[in-house]
């Protein structure tokens, strides 16, 4: 079996850490896509597009929710793309802890399988200009946002 070149993680999994999230059971279950073409991560690139881009759209009122102060039970997520000494990236949620300035400041919430050098529950920031998506999840389940991660969701395209 081939290895995969870029692989996208939509799994909300977690370690141990002080603040560890707590998501509702009823909260939708992500599906990870495996690219393994370079044709196939073009094509996946093109079609996430209008997604990240409504996500980028949305998200200053998102980030002014957040700084104003979540509910007991909501946390916030960014999803950016994590790239390593070897050139494998791969695509993450980081539970956002602050932002400051244009920066999005949490730690790694999800299950590496690419890239090297990084784990789950790690220190990481990384500017705005490399958000992806974002997502709010709600103690009752629900999410706000998660544009791209809903459209991988259904996604079937080439080098799947």
């Known amino acids: 079996m081939k290895q995969p070149i870029f692989l996208l993680v939509a799994l909300l999994a977690f370690v141990a850490h ?4 707590q998501l ?13 073409t370079k044709d196939g991560e073009a094509s996946l690139n093109a079609a996430e597009a209008p997604y990240i881009a409504k996500a980028r759209s949305t998200y200053p009122v998102a980030k002014a929710t957040f700084l104003a102060g979540l509910p007991q039970g909501e946390i916030f997520f960014a999803t950016t793309i994590l790239h390593d000494n070897n050139g494998a990236a791969e695509q993450v949620f980081i539970e956002v802890n602050s932002i400051q300035g244009d920066h999005i400041i949490g730690h790694i919430a999800s299950q590496l399988s ?6 789950n529950g790690q220190f990481y920031t990384f500017p705005e200009s490399a958000l992806i998506d974002w997502l709010i999840t709600h103690a009752d389940g629900s999410e706000e ?3 791209v991660g809903k459209f991988l969701d259904t996604y079937h395209g080439a080098g799947v």
């Open 18 to 21: 002080a603040q560890e999230p």
């Open 24 to 36: 509702s059971p009823d909260a939708p279950k992500d599906k990870p896509v495996q690219i393994y």
């Open 114 to 119: 690419v890239v090297k050098g990084f784990q």
């Open 145 to 147: 946002g998660n544009y």
